[in-house]
């Protein structure tokens, strides 16, 4: 176990712009405007895998020129796709790696609606450890695996479950900006800005997915409660939780995060969090005390929510798959 200083995230490259300032403007600028890549935007070919109970799961490929080439899978956030700014970014930096890049979608991510009555969640372990393994009976190949936001919380609860089995899978993990306390992510998601910008932006398209599935299965849940749902408490307490097998919104954030169980990872993995992130409250993040000696983590000052932009304006977002990506290359 490692806990860098705050500023450790420039030992790989990163210093937050003077341009760019506070956890917000860290947050919103790299995701809208800034560069992803250095040419044209990946092409991917996409591969639909049938799930277990009969539904599927697409997952976008980029593959590299030697078939036995090591692969990065990429875990995306809440909301998220193989076209999110960090996905382009990762996919960029594993081709120049000479690296095959994958992006399994979580249910409902992909462009078309899931089958099931179910759709994903921040602690989908589950889910992640059967992707993984599809991953590891197709391609045959060394693997490493980030995940984003959401994602990274969902990869780290599943290294967790699977302890010294998930060497099996994957070499080593990583996890960007994912929320490792979920209450205390919520609770900052939901006041202020946070619930004027990033709260409005995630209902505007859970909803309209959360009823058509619905539509799918009727009777599923409340249609005019999660109509009047303001907040990711409430829709999680009448979508997310019930549907995935939670009591409800505090259960399912207790049981889902990965925080308290960091310690009982068996396989490398790093944990970055920026301080001023406004989703994840740094007072929240883990300390060297709390995670085992498979775990690094990586907590700089700055970089707001999957940002780390670099650079002149516009700025560029490759700095944070050069840095996670090399070390988790480095553990190939």
């Avoid at 790299?30 to 799961?57: C, K, M, N």
């Avoid at 980029?62 to 998220?80: K, S, T, Y």
């Avoid at 925080?259 to 490398?268: E, G, M, N």
């Avoid at 060297?288 to 977002?317: M, S, Y």
Wanted: charged residues 20%; contains cysteine; aromatic residues 10%.
């Amino acid at each position: 176990m490692s806990a860098l200083p705050s500023a450790s995230l420039s030992l790989h490259g990163h210093r937050a712009p003077r341009w760019l300032p506070g956890g917000n403007l860290q947050t919103i600028w790299p995701a809208l405007w800034s560069r992803r890549h250095a040419g044209q935007a990946p092409v991917y070919r996409r591969e639909r895998w049938t799930t277990p109970d009969g539904d599927f799961v697409d997952v976008d490929f980029q593959d590299a020129p030697d078939p036995a080439a090591p692969l990065l899978v990429l875990f995306h956030g809440l909301e998220g796709s193989s076209r999110s700014h960090y996905a382009e970014a990762f996919a960029a930096w594993a081709a120049a790696q000479g690296m095959h890049f994958a992006v399994p979608h979580f249910r409902g991510c992909s462009g078309e609606l899931n089958l099931a009555p179910r759709a994903y969640h921040s602690g989908d372990h589950e889910e992640v450890g059967w992707m993984l393994g599809q991953f590891a009976l197709r391609r045959r190949v060394p693997t490493v695996a980030v995940g984003v936001s959401l994602g990274g919380n969902a990869l780290l609860r599943w290294a967790e479950e699977a302890g010294a089995t998930a060497a099996a899978s994957v070499r080593a993990v990583a996890s960007v900006s994912a929320p490792l306390d979920l209450a205390a992510g919520g609770a900052a998601i939901g006041r202020g800005f946070n619930r004027l910008v990033y709260t409005r932006m995630f209902l505007a398209t859970m909803k309209p997915k959360a009823l058509a599935k619905l539509a799918q299965h009727p009777g599923l849940f409340d249609a005019d409660a999660l109509r009047a749902a303001r907040d990711l408490y409430a829709f999680d307490d009448v979508f997310t939780a019930p549907l995935h097998g939670f009591a409800g919104t505090r259960d399912y954030w207790s049981r889902a995060s990965a925080k308290p169980r960091l310690a009982d990872i068996r396989v490398p993995a790093l944990v970055v969090n920026a301080v001023n992130d406004p989703f994840v409250p740094g007072d929240s993040l883990p300390g060297p005390h709390e995670v085992g000696r498979h775990v690094t983590l990586w907590q700089p000052r700055h970089g707001g929510h999957v940002g780390f932009a670099l650079g002149l304006p516009p700025g560029h977002v490759t700095g944070l798959p050069s840095a996670v990506g090399g070390w988790l290359r480095d553990r190939l």
